[in-house]
């Protein structure tokens, strides 16, 4: 790629922000629910004001994905709704007896895609919370999305007091499965640690300021800012641990060494404590390779048989990008309609 | 009123009882439960039957706080007189069934020490809970306690308000004994919490063993916090929270919150000031099990009590 490259991509009119995807990840819950509020506000005012620049405007969808686990201050009710997303639950078949995160799915696969289509919602920005040490994280399946990595480069800079981190998962568009995949663009914004069905005000205030941050990138994005590149830092997902398990019973039979707990993105060397049995006995990290871990004692992810997850610290170049004009767009539709006929 | 010369003559405490998973997310009890029903060599003390025990199971098994209904608050006269009957919540069948076992509340034939172990998403660090200023036999095992894991702390939280009291798993015993360890979010382990409640139960059992064998604790006085009030979360007209703990009250459990100090802070970043006419000190600030209970903290004082000498019979 030449450095002073220029990449010129789609305007992004439609951005979705959702909450409570997990209903016991109370960050999101909550703000989507302010938001939502301050919309009902904002619609009135706007009537009398002068309306935002055409190029400007931007559409936001507010939404609250699954409503029952949140009644129930629940990850989800029957299944992880982040895990319905894939093209296979996506196009498989409708029933009454479906669990109610899949029927979820496909009620949200409806507002916000189809999924791979030319209506899907251009921007998914979907927000979490984790029990592990991670501070805000941004996480995706690409890490060539070039409006992803700016919207995480402006977060940085317009951040600083907060450790902001772009973690990459090298799943491909075939496999993806969780809601963010959706949209043209997506992402999720993990922030932590929060205990879930906890709401912090610090995590909670990080939250906010981010969302604000994103969708005010958006906005300088289609009215035809020029966003420099340069050189990003991106964790990119090797491998998960699970717990040492009893063979018959399958119960853990040690939890995260102290000297691990709460230190994700610290770089783990092999031989650097890993697990404390319950006997007081550590068992170091047997891998070849000093990876940085990650989801370091997530709650939710005892279930998943992931106790860590360990990444690559890598430099990713970035171009320099812009919005199309309306005729560089009207020869990209082009390009793409004919590239769907091949 | 009982003079500082006067020695209380206590029946031995013979059979002792720990309960883990009463709430089944609380991973530290639930763990050590296992442990030693596996292998409970190391809380086995002379003289002394030890039993472990899930209280919870089903609530452990669905890592859930409860499954029908909140086991801790299940111990009232009224469920606990019921006529059995598969109808009744799971958590009442449990209540009736552990009251069988290591009951009956009330009763000579109860058992005579109870440890409830409990985590907390709230910053209490090692906290024991006390349910009556008049158990001594408690009052000087928990100030064995303080003094056996200083320069570590451990504080003493009296709930005897005849309000906001409730009907614990542990109110079975004679003795009852609460043990809160945060902060730990639920259905998470973290071995540094797992160890801290298991050193603090050691000491417990260790004055068990010491008291039983005839060793006399001389009166000595034990700080406490009592319970004063339970303050909510401002809501809306529909209920609805609209206010978080303040960042300034966050993670300060056991500090002095002074009137016109930060209390909450509402979503669009507004404080909202604590409006006491005292110095109170909070406690069970943010706990995640709390929101459905309408309690964002507690407020306490702090008060010394005075524990009789004590000497088994």
Known sequence: ?342 | MSSFNSIASLEEARRVAIFGGTHGNEMSGVTLVNLWVKNGAEIQRKGVETKPFITNPKAVEKCARYVDTDLNRAFTPENLSAPRGDNQPYEVQRAQEINRIFGPKGSPDAYDVIFDLHNTTSNMGCTLILESSKDHFNLQMMNYIKKAIAPSSCLVLLNEHPLLKYSTSRSIAKHPVGLEVGPQPQGVLRSNIFEAMRVILKHALDFIELFNEGMEFPSCTVEVFRVLERIDYPRDANGNIIAMVHPNLQDCDWEPLNPGDPMFQTFDGKTIRFQGSGTVYPTFINEAAYYEKQQAFVTTRRESLVASSIRKV
């Open chain 1, 1 to 342: 790629m030449e450095v002073d490259e220029l990449v010129c991509l789609p305007r992004l009119p439609r951005v979705a922000v959702c909450g409570g995807t997990h209903g016991n990840e109370l960050s999101g819950v909550y703000l989507v629910r302010e938001l939502l509020k301050m919309e009902k506000k904002v619609t009135k005012e706007e009537e009398e004001e002068e309306e935002e620049e055409e190029d400007e405007r931007v559409s936001v969808l507010m939404v609250l994905s699954n409503p029952r686990a949140m009644l129930q201050c629940r990850r989800y009710v029957d299944t992880d709704l982040n895990r319905c997303f894939t093209r296979a639950t996506l196009n498989g078949p409708v029933s009454d007896v479906a669990p109610y995160e899949i029927t979820r799915a496909l009620e949200l696969n409806r507002m916000l895609g189809p999924k791979g289509s030319p209506a899907a919602v251009d921007l998914v920005c979907d927000l979490h919370n984790t029990t592990a040490n991670m501070g805000l994280c941004l996480i995706a399946y690409s890490d060539c999305d070039w409006i992803c990595l700016h919207i995480f480069k402006h977060l940085q800079r317009e951040m600083p007091d907060v450790p902001i981190r772009f973690i990459h998962f090298d799943v491909s568009s075939k496999e993806s499965y969780s809601l963010d995949s959706v949209g043209k663009h997506g992402f999720a914004m993990e922030i932590g640690p929060q205990p879930h069905g906890v709401v912090r005000s610090n995590v909670y205030t990080a939250m906010r300021v981010g969302v604000q941050n994103m969708l005010d990138w958006v906005r300088f994005f289609n009215s035809g800012t020029i966003f420099e590149g340069g050189f990003v830092e991106v964790f990119s997902m090797v491998k998960h641990i699970d717990y040492p398990r009893d063979r018959e019973t399958r119960t853990i039979t040690a939890a995260i060494h102290p000297q691990l707990q709460d230190r994700d993105f610290c770089l783990l060397h092999p031989g650097d404590p890993l697990f404390q049995t319950f006997s007081g006995e550590t068992l170091p990290y047997k891998g070849k390779e000093p990876l940085y871990p990650f989801f370091i004692n997530e709650c939710a992810y005892y279930e998943k048989g992931i106790a860590l997850s360990l990444a690559r610290k890598r430099r990713v170049m970035i171009p320099s990008i812009r919005v199309q004009t309306e005729h560089e767009q009207e020869s990209y539709v082009q390009e793409f309609t004919s590239e769907e006929e091949e």
